[in-house]
């Protein structure tokens, strides 16, 4: 169990320009979430997915941003159009969904700077 | 509205003290319970959980939470902390039985002295 990885681990980027996160889950986990945080405060959800569906978005989830898990393993999350209101941690977490097990095991973040 | 409240921003203790972390959470029914850890830079790393059964329950690194539902509550705490539990705390709530997102407290920042 490698737990859950994430891609790159810092990102700088100037304000109009897209970029784009992955998230490697636990292997055998079936549900992938993504959230934002950002100075100060806890994560907050931005959307999750069960295998290659995408069950859930937030209203933080903005026509910039999509999200993908195309095979139902890894996830990309992809902003188009950054903005300097985008710079933030992006947490990506995983779960197994079944016999009991609710709980979800973050990554490590991808820090994105807006310049 | 889900909503997680953790109302102490900032705490510091001395090595070797005790700890109480404060956490109230307004939800429709009880809801899943968790707390996590986040070091410096770092992702979330979970401490304990409570679904249902013991209100007292026992996580990793000496850690135990306690839910009292005429509070609405489930405080964090340690017996005696050690310098390397400085760390920012998050308590969190669930949905029960659906694997839905978790919403966050804004963290409880832990200074320890010397």
């Known amino acids: 169990d490698t737990g859950v990885s994430q891609d790159p681990r810092h990102k700088i980027t100037k304000r109009g320009q897209n970029v784009t996160f992955r998230c490697d889950p636990i292997?055998?986990?079936?549900?992938l979430y993504w959230y934002r945080q950002t100075l100060g405060q806890g994560p907050e959800f931005l959307t999750y997915?069960?295998?290659?569906?995408?069950?859930?978005k937030s209203r933080l989830l903005s026509d910039r941003f999509s999200a993908e898990r195309p095979k139902g393993s890894f996830s990309t999350l992809e902003i188009q159009r950054t903005e300097q209101g985008d710079s933030a941690m992006y947490l990506c977490?995983?779960?197994?969904?079944?016999?009991?097990?609710?709980?979800?095991?973050f990554g490590p973040g991808t820090r994105l700077t807006v310049t | 509205a889900q909503s997680v409240t953790q109302p102490d921003i900032h705490i510091t203790v001395s090595e070797g003290a005790s700890l109480e972390l404060r956490c109230n959470y307004s939800?429709?029914?009880?809801?899943?319970l968790f707390w996590y850890v986040q070091s410096p830079g770092q992702g979330l790393q979970l401490l304990l959980k409570?679904?249902?059964?013991?209100?007292l329950v026992q996580g990793i690194k000496g850690f135990e939470a306690e839910f009292k539902r005429s509070q609405s509550s489930f405080n964090l705490r340690k017996p005696s902390v050690h310098w390397s539990d400085a760390a920012e705390y998050f308590c969190?709530?669930?949905?029960?039985?659906?694997?839905?997102?978790?919403?966050f407290g804004t963290g409880t920042s832990l200074t320890v002295i010397p």
């Open positions: 409570y679904f249902s059964g013991d209100t």
């Open positions: 977490a995983s779960s197994l969904i079944g016999g009991g097990n609710y709980e979800q095991y």
């Open positions: 939800y429709g029914a009880t809801p899943y």
């Open positions: 969190a709530v669930g949905a029960p039985n659906t694997g839905n997102q978790f919403y």
């Open positions: 997915f069960q295998n290659e569906a995408q069950l859930e």
């Open positions: 292997s055998e986990h079936n549900r």
